[in-house]
């Protein structure tokens, strides 16, 4: 391969970005480029590296990232594409990783991902000391305990750390645009790749660990764009994705989403419900499961 795109999202959180450049820095195999594809009025300011950083405006208000994977696929131009979420810092072989593991499969491979608790990022932070507190989330299997695995579920794929050929991303189609918002176009992308006998594989190394930040699981914060895109997918495959998220909205009294008729949002989130499902800065992760399993104890009671 002649080259190594790294491509990601960004909106808002410059420290995380910031750090991101500064693991990719530190690669044992450098990239050619790093393509920010930036969803806010104002480009970053970034540290100098040795490589080009190249960063586009998105137009839109409302988080079109498939739209926003797609133009980045479109200006880099590596022969391999890394999909890095702005909030990750690759550990230093996460390149070397996924360009041998790109050489012996031509589809999507899905590296590892831990997670960082609140103060890991803090300057001088070090990937040694990264090892040390960084914790795998439940709900996601770990990678094989060599070489790479074939994933026949491609529910599994998730876009937050992934490596792909840009003539398997091509051949594929990229994202489908018409999914704006949070949610659905993960699973519509792999639900294609499957469609098109494109293997999907876990690996292992490819590690990025995921900087603290306050999150929503399930993600009440954007209950519009779930319920928007779960229709939309279901209008396009036949059935609904997001099932985990739309079953916690369901219990929450959120939704009614019954079969054979459209999603009704019932009422809006409350600070209740934000509070419910708020990740505490004890938690290095957000857990839909935590939340489904306490809501369902409290029907019981």
């Given at each position: 391969?002649?080259?190594?795109?790294?491509l990601?999202l960004?909106?808002?959180r410059?420290e995380?970005?910031?750090?991101?450049?500064?693991?990719?820095?530190?690669?044992?195999?450098?990239?050619?480029?790093?393509?920010?594809?930036?969803?806010?009025?104002d480009p970053?300011?970034?540290?100098?590296?040795?490589?080009?950083?190249?960063?586009l405006?998105?137009?839109?208000d409302?988080?079109?990232?498939?739209a926003?994977?797609?133009?980045a696929?479109?200006?880099?131009?590596?022969?391999?594409?890394?999909?890095?979420d702005?909030?990750?810092?690759?550990?230093?072989?996460?390149?070397?990783?996924?360009?041998?593991?790109?050489?012996g499969?031509?589809?999507v491979?899905m590296?590892?991902?831990?997670?960082?608790?609140?103060g890991?990022?803090a300057?001088?932070?070090?990937i040694?000391?990264?090892a040390?507190?960084?914790v795998?989330?439940?709900?996601?299997?770990?990678?094989?305990?060599?070489g790479?695995?074939?994933c026949?579920?491609?529910?599994?794929?998730?876009?937050l750390?992934?490596?792909?050929?840009?003539?398997?991303?091509?051949a594929?189609?990229?994202?489908?645009?018409?999914?704006?918002g949070?949610g659905?176009?993960?699973?519509?992308?792999a639900?294609?790749l499957?469609?098109?006998?494109?293997?999907?594989?876990?690996?292992?190394?490819?590690?990025?660990?995921?900087?603290?930040?306050?999150?929503?699981?399930?993600?009440?914060h954007?209950?519009?764009?779930?319920?928007?895109?779960?229709?939309?997918?279901?209008?396009?495959?036949?059935?609904?994705?997001m099932?985990?998220?739309?079953?916690?909205?369901?219990?929450?009294?959120?939704?009614?989403?019954?079969a054979?008729?459209p999603?009704t949002?019932?009422?809006?989130?409350?600070?209740a419900?934000h509070?419910?499902?708020?990740?505490?800065?004890?938690?290095?992760?957000?857990?839909?499961?935590?939340v489904?399993?306490?809501?369902?104890a409290?029907?019981?009671?």
């Amino acid at each position: 391969m002649t080259g190594v795109s790294v491509l990601t999202l960004a909106g808002g959180r410059p420290e995380h970005l910031h750090n991101m450049v500064l693991g990719l820095i530190r690669q044992a195999h450098r990239p050619i480029e790093l393509i920010v594809a930036v969803m806010q009025a104002d480009p970053y300011t970034l540290p100098p590296a040795p490589f080009p950083i190249r960063q586009l405006t998105i137009a839109g208000d409302a988080l079109p990232l498939a739209a926003a994977r797609n133009a980045a696929v479109q200006a880099a131009i590596g022969d391999a594409l890394i999909f890095l979420d702005m909030d990750c810092i690759p550990a230093p072989t996460l390149i070397g990783d996924y360009v041998a593991g790109l050489a012996g499969l031509e589809g999507v491979l899905m590296g590892e991902v831990s997670y960082l608790p609140d103060g890991a990022t803090a300057p001088g932070w070090t990937i040694e000391r990264f090892a040390a507190v960084a914790v795998r989330h439940p709900d996601r299997r770990g990678p094989p305990e060599t070489g790479c695995e074939i994933c026949d579920d491609y529910r599994c794929f998730w876009s937050l750390n992934f490596a792909v050929r840009r003539t398997t991303f091509l051949a594929a189609g990229g994202f489908d645009e018409r999914y704006v918002g949070y949610g659905g176009e993960d699973t519509d992308f792999a639900k294609t790749l499957g469609d098109r006998g494109i293997p999907l594989a876990w690996m292992k190394g490819g590690l990025a660990y995921h900087q603290y930040h306050p999150h929503h699981m399930p993600p009440v914060h954007h209950l519009d764009s779930v319920v928007r895109n779960a229709e939309l997918f279901e209008a396009k495959w036949g059935y609904r994705t997001m099932g985990h998220w739309l079953y916690a909205f369901r219990l929450m009294g959120l939704i009614d989403d019954r079969a054979g008729a459209p999603i009704t949002i019932l009422r809006r989130p409350d600070a209740a419900d934000h509070a419910l499902t708020g990740q505490q800065r004890h938690q290095p992760y957000a857990d839909t499961t935590t939340v489904i399993d306490l809501l369902k104890a409290r029907a019981a009671a």
